[in-house]
């Protein structure tokens, strides 16, 4: 069974760093895309960043861009998603997401890594709260 747990969220002051974690089991942490959405109050979620198993393949939304990294250690199944210089606007759900099996097509470089439909599998999420 595929699972995804996230850990890391909670409260922090604009301009401060959080790092997310999400522990992924279930499958081999070699063939994969994950995804790190993010959904605030009355807004749809969307795409924050994207990491698969080929080298080299991230995707990062603009806004976060410069500020948030994402990263992957394979010998602990985990994606990080390092938050820097976070402002209020980052303030919101964030819920790591799963595509298996990719077969090393650079799948975040696609545009399927933006839509929320192609991840097979989610967790259920930890909150963000960035104060001014």
């Known amino acids: 069974e595929v699972q995804l747990v996230e850990s890391g969220g909670g409260w922090v002051q604009a301009g401060g760093s959080l790092r997310l974690s999400c522990a992924a089991s279930?499958?081999?942490?070699?063939?994969?895309?994950i995804g790190w959405f993010r959904q605030a109050p009355g807004k749809e979620r969307e795409l924050v960043s994207c990491?698969?198993?080929?080298?080299?393949?991230?995707n990062y939304k603009d806004s976060v861009k410069g500020r948030f990294t994402i990263s992957a250690d394979r010998a602990k199944n985990t994606v990080y998603l390092q938050m820097d210089r976070v402002n209020p606007q980052d303030t919101a759900a964030y819920y790591c997401?799963?595509?298996?099996?990719?077969?090393?097509?650079?799948?975040?470089?696609?545009?399927?890594?933006?839509?929320?439909?192609?991840?097979?599998?989610w967790g259920q999420g930890t909150q963000v709260t960035v104060s001014s």
């Open positions: 279930g499958f081999t942490f070699d063939d994969y895309a």
């Open positions: 997401a799963a595509e298996i099996s990719v077969y090393s097509t650079r799948w975040c470089s696609q545009w399927r890594a933006w839509i929320e439909r192609e991840y097979d599998y």
């Open positions: 990491i698969s198993s080929t080298n080299g393949d991230t």
